[in-house]
């Protein structure tokens, strides 16, 4: 299975040219394929992690799968995906769309669907300062994700994650 990505760039501040925020959530990488009513959840590497009927259209999705990190363990979200991209929905293919059709899709699907797909929308820039302080340095969040709502696909997405200085002490081992 070759799995699709955008071009991830790492990055420590808000990028110049990019117009849009998304508040980046604590899960796994998941490439989504609904064919059939069967919905088919990879990894980066295209190891099938999870496969389950469901009541929704043909699609090829991205979006990150809440289970086993530390926000999927503490919230309501375990076992949801987080859905970030829409490639294809139905015969339609999405990829040469500009970003801000491909985000109205995921919504659409998130709305209609009830099984386990969430939609958390992009939203304008400006809102980038109030969201990191907001959900990031709470820890309740990773980070935040900068895009141009008028790339097409793969298109450059810039992951802003928070660090946090951690001390440890070991007590003991077995």
Not at 35 to 45: E, N, T
Not at 84 to 90: E, I, K, T, V
Not at 108 to 125: E, F, K, R
Request: proline share 3%.
């Amino acid at each position: 299975m070759e799995i699709e990505r955008s071009n991830y760039i790492d990055c420590d501040a808000m990028p110049d040219d990019c117009d849009i925020v998304q508040i980046k959530h604590d899960g796994h990488f998941a490439y989504i394929v609904v064919k059939g009513g069967v919905m088919k959840h990879y990894s980066r590497s295209g190891r099938l992690v999870r496969e389950k009927e469901v009541n929704v259209c043909d699609c090829v999705l991205l979006g990150e799968y809440m289970y086993g990190t530390e926000r999927a363990k503490g919230g309501s979200c375990h076992g949801d995906v987080m859905l970030f991209d829409c490639l294809q929905m139905g015969c339609a293919d999405y990829r040469q769309q500009p970003y801000h059709v491909r985000a109205d899709a995921c919504l659409v699907l998130a709305a209609t669907n009830g099984s386990n797909l969430l939609y958390a929308p992009p939203m304008g820039i400006g809102l980038a300062a109030s969201f990191w302080g907001k959900y990031v340095e709470d820890g309740t969040h990773e980070g935040l994700i900068y895009r141009r709502s008028t790339d097409t696909f793969p298109g450059d997405v810039y992951r802003h994650k928070a660090e946090f200085d951690v001390t440890l002490r070991v007590v003991g081992y077995t």
